[in-house]
T-cell receptor
C-alpha cells in the first residue's frame, strides 16, 4: 500500500530535550516536505527536499533541522524544542516531474512541548 | 506576495444542501490548483486543476478553475454528514521553490 508514515503519532516532551520525528514513504517520491499546522495559521512549510542530499528552508525553518540521506526517509529534528513548537506536524511527499503535483500526507504527529 | 484566500471560513448546512466553497489566488507563476479534504487527520487529495473551464467531478463533488479571474470553486451537492471537514485549497507556484501556497481552509459542518 502506497503510504507516508510518521512516528511517533503523539509526543509530549519538555523544553530543551532533543527529539526526532521520522517520516518514510514507499512511493519512490523525489520531493518530501514537512509542515506544521496551527489554528488560524493553516499549513506552513518548515523544510523541503527535492531529492537525496538536497534540502532547503520553507517558510518557518527556525528551530528545526532535516536530513535526506535516503530517498524514502526525511526525519525532522528539533535540537532544543520550545513551547512555541507545540503543533501538529505533517510529512508529505510527491513526484516532481516538473512540479510538486499531488502531495501525499502522513498521518500527522501531535507534539506538545511543556 | 503570493497568497491563497478561501471563503467562507466556516459554513454550517443541513444534510441535502448544496454548498459552494471559494478559493481565490494571487501567485507569480501559476502551475495548478489543488483541493484537499481534511477530517480529524491528514489532508487527502480531491482534485487538481490546471486548465480554465474544465470541470473535475467525483461523485457529488465537482470543481472548476477560472484562470482569468484567478479563482476556483468546489461544489458539493446533496451534502452528507460525512462531508463535514476542512476543505483546503493550495496553489502550485512553479516559480517559488515549487512549493504549494495553502489557504486557511473552509470548515464545513453538515448537520443531520
Amino acid at each position: 500500500e502506497a503510504q507516508v508514515t510518521q512516528n511517533p503519532r503523539y509526543l509530549i516532551t519538555v523544553t530543551g530535550k532533543k527529539l526526532t520525528v521520522t517520516c518514510s514513504q514507499n512511493m519512490n517520491h523525489e520531493y518530501m516536505s514537512w509542515y506544521r499546522q496551527d489554528p488560524g495559521l493553516g499549513l506552513r512549510q518548515i523544510y523541503y527536499s527535492m531529492n537525496v542530499e538536497v534540502t532547503d528552508k520553507g517558510d518557518v525553518p527556525e528551530g528545526y533541522k532535516v536530513s535526506r540521506k535516503e530517498k524514502r526517509n526525511f526525519p525532522l529534528i528539533l535540537e532544543s524544542p520550545s513551547p512555541n513548537q507545540t503543533s501538529l506536524y505533517f510529512c508529505a511527499s510527491s513526484f516532481t516531474p516538473g512540479g510538486v503535483y499531488e502531495q501525499y500526507f502522513g498521518p500527522g504527529t501531535r507534539l506538545t512541548v511543556t | 506576495e503570493d497568497k491563497v484566500v478561501q471563503s467562507p471560513l466556516s459554513l454550517v448546512v443541513h444534510e441535502g444542501d448544496t454548498v459552494t466553497l471559494n478559493c481565490s489566488y494571487e501567485v507569480t507563476n501559476f502551475r495548478s490548483l489543488l483541493w484537499y479534504k481534511q477530517e480529524k487527520k491528514a489532508p487527502t487529495f480531491l482534485f487538481m486543476l490546471t486548465s480554465s473551464g474544465i470541470e473535475k467531478k467525483s461523485g457529488r463533488l465537482s470543481s472548476i478553475l477560472d484562470k482569468k479571474e484567478l479563482f476556483s470553486i468546489l461544489n458539493i451537492t446533496a451534502t452528507q454528514t460525512g462531508d463535514s471537514a476542512v476543505y483546503l485549497c493550495a496553489v502550485d507556484n512553479a516559480g517559488n521553490n515549487r512549493k504549494l501556497i495553502w489557504g486557511l481552509g473552509t470548515s464545513l459542518a453538515v448537520n443531520p
